[in-house]
């Protein structure tokens, strides 16, 4: 299969996942118990049936479900998200507004797990005849972290370094009212991203330290690796042109995957941290009943999701050609 065909592949696969998604969440969201229009009209001290029949007719809820679905595929062909009421706002808007601190946590904690992951994997299977201790060190402490739930593990470091030793900020995007700039104000904001980043990026670091290290023990015992040694090649040339050319894929293939449960983990870090994304947005959203703000919350997440699984997809047929080349999809 040519490269062209393998995208094109790809991007159909792609969209039909995004529609799929789209459509699961609409029915989903809309089979849930609770109405807005009720709540809205509750919250409002308005008991009038006037007032909430007029209620559901501006937000579309007297259609039918199956007329409703067309309308929202519709809207979001054409980018059209809808109109947040319960914030009085377009949902693009909303979204716009938290997904800068959506993406910047998951790239920080993306980075971190797999960066110091792949390192520390590497590091273990070439510690394995030689150091063997090192090695039983970096897979027990990367067992520990796997272990842990998230959410304890982020009210733990809330309480070691917020609590009593007071070196970071448990909440938030940055010092409120503080009103820093330039150097000061990226240091305030990096600060307050280290404890979410370290929380979500703990599991993630430990898959990939274990994978890391199964597929680097593996490619060293391949019969290229032994032919590559009898040729006189260094072990650093060989390490970089030979095992980790071919460790390497299972991590790349891990590496889309992680970003999708990134995703998901992400809505609970921000919760807990109170940090202003997308996943807290959805959250404030589902209690509202906000059924726009969590339909397009819905589409970006899975829209970036899908997408980082395309970059996957490309990122291992550069690795290895063979991947797709014999109409394989």
Known sequence: MSALLF???????????????????????????????????????VDDAGYIDSLRHDMGLDQPLARQLLIYLGKAAHLDLGYSYRNQTPVWTLIAERLPATLALMGSAFLLSSLAGIALGVL????????PWLDG????????LYAVPTFWLA????LLFSVHLDWLP?????????????????????SHLLLPCLSLSFLFLALYIHLTRAATLEAMGQEYVYTARAKGLTPRRILWAHVLRNALLPVVTFAGLQLGQLASGALLVEVVYSWPGIGRLMYDALAQRDYGVLMGGFLVISTLVVGFNLL???????????????GQS
């Open 137 to 144: 060190l970096i897979s027990q402490g990367a067992l520990l």
């Open 170 to 190: 448990a909440f938030g995007l940055e010092t409120v009212a503080a009103d820093l700039h330039g150097g000061a104000g990226l240091a305030d904001r990096m």
């Open 7 to 45: 995208l094109g592949a790809r991007l159909g696969r792609a969209l039909l996942m995004i529609l799929g998604v789209l459509v699961l969440s609409f029915l989903l969201i809309r089979l849930a118990p609770g109405d807005p229009a009720l709540l809205m009209a509750g919250e409002a001290g």
């Open 124 to 131: 273990a299977a070439r510690s394995r005849e030689r150091r």
């Open 155 to 158: 009210m733990l470091l809330i």
């Open 312 to 326: 996957t997809d490309l990122a291992c047929r550069l690795l290895d050609p063979r991947i797709g080349a014999q």
